[in-house]
């Protein structure tokens, strides 16, 4: 099995290495992954520049580029063969509810679906990784057996790819996987205001307070119970319910 790694926390990061630890023991790993930090820039692709890949061992890539740039070079260039299978991560930090609008871990993955390869985004659900990357390196014994089962699975869904989350927990600690759906995140006080050097007013975007609320079926829940979150979301992002409903919509146009 060919399985190509990337990530949008950059090449250096803890995370990408206990993925790849995790994914070793399934196949052959290629990693193609951003210089540096690419963490909430979605699916943006470098168009108006080149990017140059820096090779940093066997099969081992660094891009001056996006998560997607990664992904798209990977596939379409550097690779002698077509993955069978994306792994994005592991993420510094949850990827649920809307934070997979934002995220560059979670649009890595979905860059691989929409070249045809299936695909997993894997976040680490953990606060300060400075305090938890010991737990960071538990979840390998976690997320190992959770990857041979995805990708072993006799129908992998089409045009779907799973956004799994870990729980900051030792891996004995956690109580098992759960399906999940994507709850909600909601934001306060994430606009914080405050002067340059110069005395000019600036804003720092990010900061403040995070609340979630969700379902008791959704990756929020499981997370705070001490369950894996596996969310499977779909490459379509059109809302069919409202399509049918809103047929009579158009009737008298
Ligand atoms: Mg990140």
Same mark, same amino acid.
């Given at each position: 099995m060919r399985l190509l790694l990337t990530n949008?926390?950059?090449? +250096?990061a803890q995370g990408l290495e206990c993925l790849c630890t995790a994914a070793e023991a399934l196949g052959e790993v290629t990693i193609v992954a951003p210089d540096r930090e690419q963490s909430? /820039?979605?699916?943006? +692709? /470098?168009?108006h520049h080149p990017v140059r890949p820096i090779r940093r061992g066997e099969r081992r890539w660094q891009v001056d580029g996006t998560p997607t740039d990664c992904v798209m070079l990977a596939i379409e260039? +550097?690779?002698p063969e077509r993955p069978d299978f994306v792994f994005s991560g592991i993420n510094h930090g949850q990827n649920m509810g809307e934070d997979v609008l934002y995220s560059g871990t979670v649009a890595a993955a979905m860059e691989g679906l929409s070249l045809g390869v299936p695909s997993i985004a894997i976040s680490f659900a953990g606060g300060d990784l400075r305090a938890d990357v010991s737990r960071l390196k538990e979840q390998i014994k976690v997320l190992q057996p959770l990857l041979k089962h995805l990708t072993s699975l006799p129908d992998f869904p089409r045009d779907t790819l799973f956004n799994v989350n870990l729980p900051p927990l030792a891996a004995d600690e956690v109580k098992g996987v759960r399906l999940t759906r994507l709850g909600r995140r909601v934001y306060s006080e994430s606009v914080a205001p405050m002067k340059d050097p110069w005395g000019r007013q600036i804003y720092w975007i990010g900061g403040g307070e995070i609340t979630w609320s969700g379902e008791p079926d959704s990756d929020f829940r499981a997370i705070e119970e001490g369950y894996v979150s596996v969310t499977p979301l779909h +490459?379509?992002? /059109?809302y069919f319910d409202v399509l049918e409903g809103a047929a009579t919509w158009w009737r008298d146009l």
């Amino acid at each position: 099995m060919r399985l190509l790694l990337t990530n949008d926390d950059g090449i +250096l990061a803890q995370g990408l290495e206990c993925l790849c630890t995790a994914a070793e023991a399934l196949g052959e790993v290629t990693i193609v992954a951003p210089d540096r930090e690419q963490s909430a /820039t979605s699916h943006s +692709l /470098t168009l108006h520049h080149p990017v140059r890949p820096i090779r940093r061992g066997e099969r081992r890539w660094q891009v001056d580029g996006t998560p997607t740039d990664c992904v798209m070079l990977a596939i379409e260039a +550097l690779m002698p063969e077509r993955p069978d299978f994306v792994f994005s991560g592991i993420n510094h930090g949850q990827n649920m509810g809307e934070d997979v609008l934002y995220s560059g871990t979670v649009a890595a993955a979905m860059e691989g679906l929409s070249l045809g390869v299936p695909s997993i985004a894997i976040s680490f659900a953990g606060g300060d990784l400075r305090a938890d990357v010991s737990r960071l390196k538990e979840q390998i014994k976690v997320l190992q057996p959770l990857l041979k089962h995805l990708t072993s699975l006799p129908d992998f869904p089409r045009d779907t790819l799973f956004n799994v989350n870990l729980p900051p927990l030792a891996a004995d600690e956690v109580k098992g996987v759960r399906l999940t759906r994507l709850g909600r995140r909601v934001y306060s006080e994430s606009v914080a205001p405050m002067k340059d050097p110069w005395g000019r007013q600036i804003y720092w975007i990010g900061g403040g307070e995070i609340t979630w609320s969700g379902e008791p079926d959704s990756d929020f829940r499981a997370i705070e119970e001490g369950y894996v979150s596996v969310t499977p979301l779909h +490459l379509d992002l /059109t809302y069919f319910d409202v399509l049918e409903g809103a047929a009579t919509w158009w009737r008298d146009l």
